[in-house]
């Protein structure tokens, strides 16, 4: 890219010109340099790219991973831009009242005008994009997180960074969805539209939760754990994701090691979610049509 061409492209984002083809491939194209050569992070022009792309992550207008039909694509420059992001911001202190926090990530703000609840003390980081109609109970969301309408993050929960979080979903109370920011090829985990996500759940290492299902109170889903269904007359094992409509439930499984067989970690799925019920439905009434109370 030639001085004048730089020039020229960083008027457009000084005057907030987003959104354009030009933009969006020259901003890939300065950022994927600065990523080879750090030496970059120093020109004015590439901090402007940087906060630009976080500027635009934060409203939704980019996603560290977006659906492309059935499948998910993960946007690794918008991720490296994040990373970037970090060693060109300062540390700086925030104060809110009594509260004082110091970090080099601006805290998320205008949460009325975005029209979503936030109780105290809620927090979500600048570069966090956070929809209409979304309620967070105290709770975190994290930088390059995405995070549908009308979705619960309940007390305590936890939304890593660049975790995409879909419409209507319900992250109970503790819940932890784990950030992936490194190495920028990973998938961060994805909760798809109306999956409902019970107490003390954790979720990492981008497990793909499918649409509508229940996940109960406790389940731990990581890219190596064991999804067994085992809601036929033989068993399926499955690896990295949980099916549309499935029901969860935490389970064990008989390992055998040099000193001797020991349970471990699985997730079982003991059945679908029924059309007949109601998608907002809460994860006990999804449990007691198979008798299952955890």
């Excluded at 960074?161 to 819940?175: E, K, M, T, Y």
Aim: glycine share 10%.
């Amino acid at each position: 890219m030639n001085k004048m061409k730089t020039k020229y492209f960083f008027i457009g984002i000084k005057n907030k010109v987003f959104g354009t083809s030009y933009l969006q491939n020259n901003m890939k194209e300065i950022i994927e340099s600065a990523w080879e050569n750090r030496e970059l992070l120093k020109e004015q022009y590439v901090q402007e790219a940087l906060n630009a792309l976080v500027h635009q992550v934060d409203e939704g207008k980019l996603r560290c991973a977006e659906p492309s039909g059935k499948n998910w694509i993960v946007n690794d420059w918008v991720k490296k831009g994040i990373i970037l992001f970090f060693p060109i911001s300062k540390m700086e202190k925030i104060e809110l009242g009594p509260f004082e926090f110091h970090d080099k990530m601006k805290l998320k703000t205008g949460y009325a005008e975005k029209q979503i609840r936030v109780v105290p003390h809620a927090v979500a980081r600048y570069g966090a994009y956070i929809a209409p109609s979304v309620v967070m109970m105290p709770s975190y969301i994290n930088i390059g997180a995405y995070v549908d309408r009308g979705t619960m993050v309940d007390t305590w929960a936890t939304v890593g960074s660049c975790a995409q979080i879909g419409q209507d979903v319900h992250l109970s109370g503790g819940v932890g969805i784990g950030g992936v920011l490194e190495p920028v090829q990973a998938a961060p985990v994805i909760i798809e539209d109306g999956a409902f996500i019970g107490s003390r759940c954790i979720i990492v290492e981008g497990v793909k939760i499918g649409k509508e299902a229940v996940i109960g109170a406790g389940v731990t889903l990581t890219k190596s754990t064991k999804i067994i269904n085992v809601s036929q007359s033989e068993s399926i094992e499955i690896k990295g994701h949980i099916p549309p409509r499935s029901v969860v439930i935490p389970g064990s499984m008989t390992k055998q090691f040099s000193a001797g067989s020991y349970n471990v970690n699985c997730a079982l799925i003991i059945g679908e979610r029924k059309e007949s019920t109601d998608k907002k439905t809460s994860l006990n009434q999804a449990l007691r049509t198979y008798d299952i109370s955890v």
